[in-house]
């Protein structure tokens, strides 16, 4: 796969499909709107198998219930996809105590993935990447230049670059940026912005938001992101994962 151009070693460029869940179901949302909610399957489980047979190298999987709940709510549905599929799963949505990650992993999470704690108080990431080393991803959600949480329904205050720093100080190992503006919209990634991320930060980044082709894929990597989620592009067959994966391996 593609070599990260970051400066921080050995970051290969990975292409990470998301499942996002919610009441069940496989969906992905419009701009964080849940009023703006397509279904594409009823089977989230089978889903996640279907990219993972297609080469996927980790999957993305996001408990929308939990984000919204502030708590897990999904995650024995998490767990048979974790123990549905051979590539690692990282596990988003409601994990906002300690217990919670806990519990994530639990259910078969490689990886989970901190956003509104982690935001509200940014020493709760640091705890949990402390206690589980190299396991632990901040997701900073930006609107407007403003940071989002609650499952976007909320804005909290503060500058994004200054809280990725803080976040960095404290032993997070790594971010995941949403532009919610490009998100589910195929507009594009905000190549802007992580090429400014990329730049001021210490940490790996993977973009999420807006990603539509090949060469949209190509651009985030060139910029220095380690990854880029992919979503509405896949379920919409705008983008083929095999063609995306076998792009990036070429680079």
């Not at 292409?15 to 399957?41: K, M």
């Not at 509104?116 to 020493?123: G, I, L, Q, T």
Request: aromatic letters at 4%.
């Amino acid at each position: 796969m593609r070599r990260s151009r970051s400066g921080r070693g050995a970051l290969t460029f990975e292409v990470i499909p998301a499942v996002d869940i919610r009441e069940g179901r496989a969906v992905r949302l419009l701009r964080g709107d849940y009023a703006a909610e397509t279904v594409y399957g009823d089977d989230p489980v089978a889903v996640a198998v279907r990219w993972a047979s297609l080469g996927a190298p980790r999957l993305h999987v996001v408990d929308l219930d939990g984000a919204r709940a502030g708590r897990p709510v999904n995650l024995e549905l998490i767990g048979r996809i974790c123990r549905s599929v051979a590539v690692p799963v990282e596990v988003s949505g409601g994990l906002r105590s300690l217990d919670a990650v806990a519990a994530a992993f639990d259910a078969g999470a490689d990886r989970v993935q901190l956003g509104s704690a982690a935001v509200r108080s940014p020493e709760f990431a640091g705890e949990a990447a402390r206690r589980w080393p190299g396991r632990v991803v901040v997701a900073l959600d930006t609107r407007g230049g403003r940071i989002a949480v609650d499952g976007w329904q909320a804005e909290a205050d503060g500058s994004l670059i200054e809280l990725a720093e803080r976040l960095a100080a404290l032993g997070v190992p790594r971010l995941m940026v949403t532009d919610i503006e490009r998100d589910g919209a195929l507009a594009g990634p905000n190549l802007e912005l992580y090429r400014q991320l990329v730049r001021q930060l210490p940490v790996p980044v993977v973009a999420s938001g807006g990603v539509r082709t090949v060469a949209d894929l190509l651009a985030l990597a060139e910029v220095g992101c380690e990854g880029a989620v992919v979503g509405k592009a896949l379920y919409e067959g705008v983008l083929d994962l095999r063609d995306a994966l076998e792009a990036v391996a070429r680079c």
